[in-house]
T-cell receptor, first 111, second 113 residues
Framework: NAGVTQTPKFRVLKTGQSMTLLCAQD?????MYWYRQDPGMGLRLIHY???????AKGEVPDGYNVSRLKKQNFLLGLESAAPSQTSVYFC??????????FGSGTRLTVV | AQSVTQLDSQVPVFEEAPVELRCNYS??????LFWYVQYPNQGLQLLLK??????LVKGINGFEAEFNKSQTSFHLRKPSVHISDTAEYFC???????????FGKGTRLSVIA
């Protein structure tokens, strides 16, 4: 099925560990986004990409890095995880005229 | 910068009663507006969106929203709610079809039997 796939769906990390979250879309969308969701805060934009090889900072980029080496993949990295990065992470992609597709989310716990 | 304000963080309502979830946005230019719903432990589902044209937008599950440019509001309404409508609702805005979505903080709707 066409859509946005996030892996993994769940992960528990120890403080200081690193990990990469993968977002893959098969709709040939140019634009991709990473959000984090925290209780009472809605979804906040971490980083986004307007095309292969490009990235830009969002509202809450500190502690995260991203890469868009291939058009279909948008990777979110945590170099040294902190408890404050415990959250649910959503990836999304868009093509045109306000057609946004979201992944099902990754629940990350940092202990 | 664009912002979205959801005026109520929690809204309790009895089953079969009407409900209105309020949303204001701030933008000096035209915006696209959305309402998303998130059921417990699930992802995001699009309820409806306003891009242009008629200011009354009908969505899924009997929801509708009205775009009011003069009041910069986009309130969500349903004439009769069901227990299954219990969820968190997000008002969302963006400046164009390919710019990042800006989310409100959410309104938790609790439908009471």
């Amino acid at each position: 099925n066409a859509g946005v796939t996030q892996t993994p769906k769940f992960r528990v990390l120890k403080t200081g560990q690193s990990m990469t979250l993968l977002c893959a879309q098969d709709m040939n969308h140019e634009y991709m986004y990473w959000y984090r969701q925290d209780p009472g805060m809605g979804l906040r934009l971490i980083h986004y990409s307007v095309g292969e090889g490009t990235t830009a900072k969002g509202e809450v980029p500190d502690g995260y890095n991203v890469s868009r080496l291939k058009k279909q993949n948008f990777l979110l990295g945590l170099e040294s995880a902190a408890p404050s990065q415990t959250s649910v992470y959503f990836c999304a992609s868009s093509y045109s005229y306000a057609q946004y597709t979201f992944g099902s989310g990754t629940r990350l716990t940092v202990v | 910068a664009q912002s979205v304000t959801q005026l109520d963080s929690q809204v309790p309502v009895f089953e079969e009663a009407p409900v209105e979830l309020r949303c204001n946005y701030s933008s000096s230019v035209s915006v696209y507006l959305f309402w998303y719903v998130q059921y417990p432990n699930q992802g995001l589902q699009l309820l409806l969106k306003y891009l242009s044209g008629s200011t009354l937008v009908k969505g899924i599950n009997g929801f509708e929203a009205e775009f009011n440019k003069s009041q910069t509001s986009f309130h969500l309404r349903k004439p009769s709610v069901h227990i299954s409508d219990t969820a968190e609702y997000f008002c969302v805005a963006t400046l164009s079809g390919n710019t990042p979505l800006v989310f409100g903080k959410g309104t938790r709707l609790s439908v009471i039997a």
